[in-house]
């Protein structure tokens, strides 16, 4: 908030010295500051020589919600009712909007995010002998059980009624801006021996959310239990790591040192999730009747960017090192339970797994002047990561029938670039490498089955990665080195496996399994872009790599039984190398080595195995 008064803080001593009792001999503060209108929170602590440490906001959950009823009729029937209900939002940088209502998705607003940052701005710094860092670092953090247990019992001589309810819902979301920065310098400009600007973020969620219901009737004259048990989870990171240099006007380092900016960042999901309801009716007239319900859904959608922007005089002694780099990953564990028995008996369940990276991630130079006796290397990296297991059980031990039924949908999409636009970039003697690289996994393993008189069993999983790959260099660049190389590869690989099994005096399997990899992989000069060649070689390379490896499996027994199995496996990315129209490359007659080599390459691989 811009109004101060917005502000508690809280103030106390710590490292309270030799003395604990004399507060004379204390040596540190603790500032607790917290934004009334954000909700932002921190804690920085000046220790007793001086340095200062802000600590990142973490939150650690344990939300338990139980319930157990006993009905006992002597002479009658009796009943039991249970309902256990847990419900926990945890945010940190971020507010949750659910006025559509809890059968919708929750939606996570990023209007207030955290904030950790490191800045210099329009001013001048001379270092001498030394070198000047600017890190900005965030690890927030949210760890948290969410459970509801409803457990009820009915006993009697007459009817007999046992019904158990569990409803489980956990929100948790991180929104975080990270950011080292240097916007302007004065007339003295800005020197050291070496510069380095990183923001990193390590935003973490660890959560487990379940549901757990069981009912259980006895009765000399008729039994009815039913039990449902219900799971919702969602978990998102959106954070916005920067790193860069902005309208830096003399901007140096001396003594051979390096120019290096980087942003970084490693959001990590680990998410449990389950939903089990157990049903149980023991009575010559007895129903049962149990419903387990999941959905769960995982998120990361964040912006990594490193650039130098507007400088037009930019300076390095050795190297120019411009990176943004990505390495999220969402592992996932899911399951929906549901067991019924009883004269008739009837077990649902039903799960459905969304887990979603969308990150976008660029590393450039734009509009700058910068000269460098090393080597420059200005890399857009993205390594996302997903890894799923879903399991979808329901069982009817009685007449009646055991459903199950399982969605996995599991999605890599984004924006990986690296660009040099409308800057003069001087490296005499030494490389200039622009590379966008990326490299998208996902192995979702979905497996279940039913049992039960009818039994079936439904199992279906989507792997899908698209977005694009982008290296390029454009408008009127000006390039100065031994070589040049705009380089732009990926590698995608999906691996979704699905295993169904029914059996039951009529069962049904059906497994599907589907892997679509369309990414696009680019290295381009635009049109309208002019490019002079000073010195050195021209290289415009584009590779890809898709591996789309499917697998699935269908088992059914009993006096009817009916297996199907579908198999899709689909890549239709697109590779491209390629100068556009209009546009122009300038090779000066001193530049007498001049090559200009444009390639693309493109290695596909499907596989489908199937057993049935």
């Known amino acids: 908030s811009s109004d101060a008064d917005d502000l508690e803080v809280t103030i106390r001593e710590v490292d309270k010295g030799a003395d604990v009792d004399d507060p004379d001999d204390d040596t540190g503060i603790e500032w607790s500051i917290t934004d009334r209108s954000s909700g932002v929170s921190l804690i920085i602590r000046k220790d007793s020589v001086g340095s200062f440490t802000v600590f990142e906001p973490q939150i650690s959950a344990v939300v338990i919600g139980a319930a157990v009823a006993v009905g006992v009729g002597k002479s009658g029937g009796g009943a039991g009712i249970a309902i256990g209900a847990a419900l926990a939002r945890n945010l940190i940088g971020t507010s949750h909007n659910d006025a559509a209502g809890a059968k919708s998705a929750a939606v996570i607003a990023k209007t207030q995010p955290g904030a950790v940052r490191a800045i210099v701005q329009n001013s001048s710094i001379v270092v001498t002998g030394g070198s000047l860092e600017l890190r900005a670092t965030s690890a927030p953090s949210i760890s948290a059980f969410?459970?509801?247990?409803?457990?009820?019992?009915?006993?009697?001589?007459?009817?007999?009624?046992?019904?158990?309810?569990?409803?489980?819902r956990s929100i948790n979301a991180i929104n975080v801006r990270v950011s080292a920065i240097i916007d302007g310098?004065?007339?003295?400009?800005?020197?050291?021996?070496?510069?380095?600007?990183?923001?990193t973020d390590s935003a973490s969620i660890e959560v487990v959310t379940g549901a757990v219901a069981v009912a259980i009737s006895f009765g000399g004259g008729a039994a009815i239990s039913v039990a449902v048990g219900v799971a919702m989870a969602e978990n998102v990171i959106q954070n916005f790591v920067e790193a860069y240099i902005n309208n830096a006007d003399n901007l140096s380092t001396t003594s051979g040192g390096d120019i290096s900016i980087s942003a970084v960042e490693?959001?990590?999901?680990?998410s449990t999730a389950f939903a089990a309801a157990v049903a149980v009716a023991v009575s010559e007239k007895g129903l049962a009747v149990a419903v387990g319900v999941l959905t769960a859904e995982n998120t990361i959608r964040s912006v990594v960017t490193a650039y130098i922007l507007l400088s037009p005089s930019v300076t390095s002694a050795g190297a120019v090192t411009v990176s943004a780099t990505d390495t999220s990953t969402i592992e996932a564990y899911t399951l929906s339970l549901a067991i019924a028995i009883g004269l008739i008996a009837i077990g649902v369940g039903i799960g459905i797994g969304k887990n979603l990276i969308d990150n976008d991630v660029s590393a450039?130079?734009?509009?700058?002047?910068?000269?460098?006796?090393?080597?420059?290397?200005?890399?857009?990296?993205?390594?996302?990561?997903?890894?799923?297991?879903?399991?979808?059980?329901?069982?009817?031990?009685?007449?009646?029938?055991?459903?199950?039924v399982f969605i996995a949908e599991t999605t890599v999409e984004g924006t990986t670039e690296a660009s040099v636009i409308g800057s003069r970039l001087t490296a005499a003697g030494n490389d200039i490498n622009v590379?966008?690289?990326?490299v998208e996994t996902l192995i979702p393993l979905v497996r279940g089955g039913a049992g039960g008189a009818i039994a079936v069993g439904v199992m279906l999983s989507e792997a899908t990665v698209r977005g694009t790959t982008r290296a390029r260099l454009g408008f009127y660049s000006e390039i100065t080195a031994a070589n040049l190389t705009v380089?732009?590869?990926?590698?995608?690989?999906a691996k979704p496996v699905t295993n169904v099994g029914s059996v039951g005096r009529v069962?049904?399997?059906?497994?599907?399994?589907?892997?679509?990899?369309?990414?696009?992989?680019?290295?381009?000069?635009?049109?309208?872009?002019?490019?002079t060649l000073t010195q050195g070689n021209l290289t415009v390379l584009a590779i890809s790599e898709a591996t789309a490896y499917t697998s699935s499996r269908s088992d059914g027994g009993g006096g009817i039984a009916v297996s199907s199995l579908t198999i899709d496996s689909t890549i239709k990315g697109i590779t491209r190398a390629e100068v556009d129209d209009t546009a122009r490359i300038v090779v000066p007659t001193t530049n007498t080595t001049g090559d200009i080599t444009v390639s693309a390459e493109s290695h596909n691989l499907a596989i489908a195995n199937t057993a049935s």
């Open 266 to 270: 490693n959001a990590f999901i680990d």
């Open 487 to 493: 380089l732009a590869s990926d590698i995608s690989v």
């Open 435 to 438: 590379t966008a690289t990326s």
């Open 185 to 199: 310098d004065s007339a003295a400009g800005i020197r050291a021996d070496g510069i380095t600007l990183r923001a």
């Open 507 to 531: 069962a049904v399997s059906v497994a599907e399994s589907e892997a679509t990899l369309e990414r696009t992989t680019i290295a381009v000069i635009p049109g309208s872009s002019q490019i």
């Open 146 to 168: 969410v459970g509801a247990f409803a457990v009820a019992v009915a006993d009697g001589k007459g009817l007999n009624f046992a019904a158990a309810g569990a409803g489980a």
């Open 364 to 404: 450039y130079i734009t509009g700058s002047t910068v000269t460098a006796s090393g080597d420059f290397d200005i890399t857009a990296s993205s390594s996302p990561t997903i890894d799923t297991d879903s399991v979808g059980v329901a069982v009817s031990a009685g007449i009646g029938a055991g459903v199950a």
